[in-house]
Nanobody
Framework: QLVESGGGSVHAGDSLRLSCAAS????????LAWFRQAPGKEREMLAS???????YYAVSVKGRFTISEDDAKITMYLQMNSLKTEDTGVYYC?????????????????WGQGTQVTVSS
């Protein structure tokens, strides 16, 4: 089970760090990712991290967001800087429990419950 925290209401230009804990167990040996679902839009992948260290960032967040995990592989993070109003949405962490491509949306089969991020101007 994945448990997210760190969401909230901030102003444009502020920073937030989201956390995703693996409920006392380590993450699987496969890819990790953060997704966002904005109001009225489909869920989109923002950032992902493979076990080999490869990363992916959506164009909309590249250079502003950073995905990482702690050395114990119990908690993953999404550092969000220079937040914009269009970053508003529900943020989800997810992991793959079997090997697949980093960008294979359907392969992320273990999800957190989501945390709300609201960015106002």
């Amino acid at each position: 089970q994945l448990v997210e925290s760190g969401g909230g209401s901030v102003h444009a230009g502020d920073s937030l760090r989201l956390s995703c804990a693996a409920s006392g167990r380590t993450f699987s040996n496969y890819a990790l990712a953060w997704f966002r679902q904005a109001p009225g839009k489909e869920r989109e992948m923002l950032a992902s991290l493979s076990r080999g260290g490869a990363t992916y960032y959506a164009v909309s967040v590249k250079g502003r967001f950073t995905i990482s995990e702690d050395d114990a592989k119990i908690t993953m993070y999404l550092q969000m800087n220079s937040l914009k109003t269009e970053d508003t949405g529900v943020y989800y962490c997810a992991v793959q429990t079997s090997p697949s491509g980093l960008l294979n949306f359907d392969a992320y089969d273990n999800w957190g419950q989501g945390t709300q991020v609201t960015v106002s101007s």
